[in-house]
């Protein structure tokens, strides 16, 4: 794991600096901390070349007014899309999206200037609205911490993925939520079994669903159906057709949809649907349930058409979920950055479409007693990131983002040392042409004391070594007795002597040293996803230089 130090001492002049939101509060108790480990605070006298547009789209954004000029800029801006939403149940989920990515850049980036839009996102018009106006009036970053149970095939196609890559091709870098259904989705061929029913794993051709004992007694459970019949146009229907089941585990009916899927919808018709989806949320006591798919059109083929079940609800368990494909609309959209949660096991991804390109911590805190994590966050943490990026290089591409900052295993590398040679260091990497990053069997203390500058742990020839990009004796005030002295740290702190006295360290003593003259650190993205074959970032911020 890369470690960075950068003590309080270090940021205090950051937070100086005049600006016209440098007051602004704070939502939440650890965005100081998630700059620092991210690596913002190389940004901390960066301003863009021209005010950078910056949108972010969600379902609701209730209490929003009330933080404007408070934990949101007194210049931000709101959308609302030509469907009303009805205020008793909006919600505020893109409100805390809204505090992260403006709490992170004020508290990071203070002399940046952007403009802040809120987009009422929620429902399909709203959503095509919101991006049409993002493409027209070319914004720079797009924030979507959502995905949708149905619109999409989970391959990038569909119309919710037809409208946002609306907005990608008009130049502005999307950032996708991985979403939180990675242990509630099925994924599977649609074949019949018995009596027309599709063959799933569970008893009874089902997929077995449990409500754990809670302190209501009950769970709320939402259960989503789709197949892949998805078309880019929202018009178009389909006329494969299938049923949704939710029974107890004495067979008994507890929920039912039966929507007939229709390409055209005659005017008047009741209980149809362009769709290939069918919803049922209903309430059901502790214990073991089973979703089931009744097909009801001969038109399926077994070969290329897919079914998928998304379960979600407090205290509600999917007990045959899939593993590797449990993305959804419009996170499995090549053209958009898709971030999942390094630290929630419901975060989702596809080995298939090696998604998501970057994993990034998700803990946000509250208060003592509140944190919430998901990947909503990881995303919005990394849109603040890729704005900066952005106020570096204006013309910066997804695919350059994503190189620069290590995604699935990228090349990108930090930039060349300026240290001594390693000829006289006596040392080499392991690897051909860069230093590997690795970790240390514990991080000394004593590490703390280096102020203004970053850390990394890396491999090489004489066991792990601590590189700074600065002189490590110059940032702890120390003089050298002669000029190849090593400066080591061991348990209880700091010491000094002559490299040629200590070719190879003992065990649990560690050099620190300045990064070597012209040498690199290869790719951040070099720790492994959830799952083999996908590797992700834990979002390190490159140095402002490296992106121009």
Same mark, same amino acid.
């Given at each position: ?8 001492? $270090? ?49 609701? /954004? ?11 800029p007194s210049d931000t801006q709101y959308h609302a899309g030509p469907v009303s939403v009805d205020a008793k149940t ?21 002399? #940046? ?10 429902? *399909? ?13 070319? *914004? ?25 890559? %609306? ?5 502005? #870098? ?57 078309s880019d146009d929202s018009e178009t229907g389909t006329d494969k057709d299938l049923d949704l089941v939710l029974t ?96 929630? !096991?419901?975060?989702? *991804? ?31 943490i990394t849109a603040a990131g890729v704005t900066l990026l952005k106020a570096v290089q204006p013309k910066l591409t ?24 390693? !000829?006289?260091?006596? $040392? ?6 860069? /230093? ?5 069997? *514990? ?58 006295? %200590?070719? $190879?360290?003992? %065990?649990?003593?560690? !050099? ?6 012209? %040498? ?29």
């Amino acid at each position: 794991m890369l470690k960075r130090t950068v003590l309080l001492l $270090f940021l205090a002049p950051v937070l100086m600096i005049p600006t016209a939101d440098a007051a602004q509060e704070k939502a939440f108790k650890n965005l100081r901390q998630i700059a620092t480990d991210a690596g913002f605070y190389n940004y901390r006298s960066v301003t863009a070349r021209r005010t950078l547009k910056v949108a972010i789209l969600d379902n609701g /954004f209730k209490g929003y007014e009330e933080q404007i000029g408070k934990t949101l800029p007194s210049d931000t801006q709101y959308h609302a899309g030509p469907v009303s939403v009805d205020a008793k149940t909006e919600e505020s989920h893109g409100l805390a999206m809204a505090q992260i990515v403006s709490g992170l850049l004020t508290e990071a980036a203070p002399r #940046l200037t952007y403009e802040l839009h809120l987009f009422s996102a929620f429902g *399909f018009s709203n959503l095509k609205s919101a991006v049409e106006t993002v493409a027209r009036d070319k *914004f720079d970053v797009v924030l979507y911490s959502q995905v949708w149970e149905y619109g999409g095939n989970g391959d990038g196609r569909g119309f919710v993925n037809h409208v946002v890559n %609306q907005a990608a091709q008009s130049g502005a #870098l999307w950032i996708n939520a991985a979403g939180n259904v990675g242990n509630g989705t099925y994924r599977g061929k649609i074949e019949k079994g018995t009596d027309d029913w599709a063959k799933l794993p569970g008893a009874n051709n089902g997929v077995a669903v449990r409500c754990q004992k809670n302190s209501k007694n009950k769970c709320m459970v939402r259960v989503v159906l789709s197949w892949n019949d998805f078309s880019d146009d929202s018009e178009t229907g389909t006329d494969k057709d299938l049923d949704l089941v939710l029974t107890d585990d004495a067979s008994k009916i507890v929920g039912t949809s039966a929507l007939t899927q229709m390409k055209q919808i005659p005017e008047g018709t009741a209980g149809a649907s362009l769709y290939p989806r069918e919803i049922i949320q209903t309430e059901v006591k502790p214990g073991l349930y089973y979703v089931r798919a009744k097909i009801r059109s001969s038109n399926f083929d077994k070969k290329h058409d897919e079914l998928r079940v998304t379960v979600s609800g407090d205290f509600v368990q999917l007990q045959n979920a899939s593993k590797g494909e449990t993305l959804l609309s419009p996170a499995d959209n090549e053209n958009v950055i898709t971030v999942g949660a390094s630290d929630s !096991e419901k975060s989702s *991804f596809s080995k298939l479409y090696s998604k998501p390109e970057l994993l990034v911590p998700s803990e946000i805190i509250v208060s003592e007693d509140e944190t919430f994590k998901g990947s909503s966050n990881s995303a919005a943490i990394t849109a603040a990131g890729v704005t900066l990026l952005k106020a570096v290089q204006p013309k910066l591409t997804r695919t350059r983002v994503l190189a620069l900052l290590g995604a699935n295993g990228g090349a990108m590398p930090l930039g060349e040392g300026a240290g001594l040679p390693l !000829e006289l260091l006596g $040392f080499g990497p392991t690897s051909r042409n860069c /230093f590997k990053l690795t970790t240390l069997p *514990f991080y000394p203390r004593a590490l703390q004391e280096l102020i203004d500058t970053e850390t990394f742990i890396v491999e090489t020839t004489h066991g792990p070594k601590i590189f700074t990009t600065d002189d490590p004796f110059e940032l702890l005030g120390r003089d050298r007795v002669d000029q190849d002295d090593m400066l080591i740290v061991r348990p209880e702190g700091f010491d000094q002597l002559p490299r040629s006295s %200590q070719p $190879f360290l003992p %065990q649990g003593v560690f !050099e620190v040293v300045q990064q070597p003259a012209g %040498q690199t650190i290869c790719s951040r993205g070099t720790n492994r996803g959830p799952i083999d074959g996908v590797y992700a970032s834990h979002l390190r911020m490159p140095r402002p230089t490296d992106v121009r």
